[in-house]
Each structure stands twice: as C-alpha cells, then as structure tokens.
C-alpha cells in the first residue's frame, strides 16, 4: 500500500514541526513539503502530486481562497482545514470552499493520522467543537446556542 503524500501549511514554526513529526511517526503517511503561506502551499500543491493537504486556515494567504484554489488544480488534493480557532462561521466557509475535514488544533493530537485517513477516504471528518452547528447550518436547521 503507498503512503498517503501530504502537504502541512501552517505559519507557526512549533506547530509545524509538531504536525510534522506526528505524521511522520505514522507509516500510513509520507510528508513530502511543508509550506508558511497559503501562496507556498498552493504552489507545491501545483507541483507536487499530493493526497491531502493539512491547511491552517488562519495563515498569510491561506484559509478558504487557498482552499479553492486547490480544488480548481487538475488533480486536486483533499484539503483539511486546521485552526486554534473553530466557530461555525470559519468551518462553514472553509467546507463551502472545498475542505471535507476541519480539525481544531486542541483536538488532534496523536488522532491526526486517524483523522487524516478518514477524510482521504472520502469522509467529512469535523473534529471541532463546532461540528454539530455547522452542519445544522449548511443543512438549514436551526443552531442550537447552548
């Protein structure tokens, strides 16, 4: 079985290196870049065959238009959106530009590669504490507050 080819944007160096490392740990996968900006992410994505790429949403240049523009290549990788930051409104726009996962960095730890095979899989993983609001709202339902 080939090792899933990732790509890791995010613009803190800790976090980098920390996402780096757990992936690298996993034999399911296969870190072939790193990248700081949304712009450095999208241009090894356009050269660079990839299987996913694990976007942080809040860096220079990156967040839902790098998403799109990842899904415009021809052979698009699956971008999974991560953040410290997860309310509905980020996770909504991020899956309405083409992500099918939205990890919140609190949440991931040694699950990352669990979590990032899911989504290569085919499934919406929402590993958020805003999960559950985002899907009542992209299906129309009302938000629960509480």
Known sequence: MSRIRTLIADDHPEMLAALVSVLEDDPRFS????????????????????????????????GPATAEAMAALPRPPVVVAISAQSGPGTVEEMLRAGAVGYLAKTRVGDALGDLLARCVAGEVVLATPAGAGTLRSLMGAPVRTE
């Open 31 to 62: 870190v072939v870049g790193t990248a700081m900006t949304g712009g450095e992410a999208f241009r090894f994505a356009s050269e660079v065959p990839l299987d996913v790429v694990l976007l942080d949403v809040h860096m220079p240049d990156g």
